[in-house]
C-alpha cells in the first residue's frame, strides 16, 4: 500500500514539474510582450521556486540531503537561472517556438553525460530519442538557414 502512494505521489509531482517547466516560457514571452525586464523576472521566479521548496522539503521532512547533494545545488541553480534569463533574453530576437524546442532538446546534453560518466546502458529507445535530437535541431537549423535566405 505505502509503495503504491509513492508511486501515485510522484506521478502527481512528475506532472505538477512538467506543468511548471512548460510554463515558464509562456510567461517569458508574456513578459516580454509586456516590455519586463528579463532580470527582474528570473529573479521572481527563482525566489518563489527556492521559497516553494523549503516550504516542501520542511513538510515532507525531506531536508536531511546529503552534503555533496547541497552543495551541487547551488552551481546549478545558478546555471539554471543563468539559462532562463539566456531563453527569456532571446525570445526578444526569436519566436517561442524555436527557442522552447531548442531547450527541450538540450536534454541531450545530461542523458550523453551519463552514458558517458555513469556508463549508463544505451538501449533502442535511448538511441532513438538521442538520433531524433539531433535530427530536429538539423531541422532547425535548415529552417533558419533558409528564412536567411532572399526569395526571388
Not at 505505502?2 to 514571452?29: D, P, R, T
Not at 530576437?93 to 556508463?119: D, K
Request: glycine letters at 4%.
Amino acid at each position: 500500500m505505502q509503495a503504491e502512494v509513492l508511486v501515485h505521489s510522484g506521478n502527481v509531482y512528475m506532472v505538477l514539474a512538467v506543468l511548471s517547466f512548460s510554463s515558464i516560457g509562456a510567461v517569458a514571452k508574456l513578459a516580454d510582450l509586456k516590455n519586463s525586464r528579463p532580470s527582474t523576472i528570473n529573479l521572481l521566479l527563482y525566489l518563489s521556486s527556492f521559497l516553494v521548496l523549503v516550504v516542501v522539503a520542511l513538510v515532507s521532512h525531506s531536508a536531511a540531503s546529503p552534503q555533496i547533494v547541497k552543495l551541487l545545488a547551488l552551481p546549478f541553480g545558478v546555471c539554471s537561472a543563468l539559462a532562463i534569463l539566456a531563453l527569456q533574453t532571446a525570445l526578444r530576437y526569436g519566436n517561442i517556438s524555436t527557442s522552447w524546442l531548442a531547450i527541450n532538446l538540450s536534454a541531450g546534453i545530461p542523458t550523453v553525460g551519463s552514458i558517458l560518466l555513469y556508463h549508463e546502458r544505451l538501449n533502442l529507445r535511448k538511441s532513438c530519442a538521442l538520433l531524433l535530437i539531433v535530427v530536429a535541431l538539423a531541422l532547425l537549423w535548415k529552417d533558419k538557414k533558409m528564412e536567411g535566405t532572399p526569395s526571388r
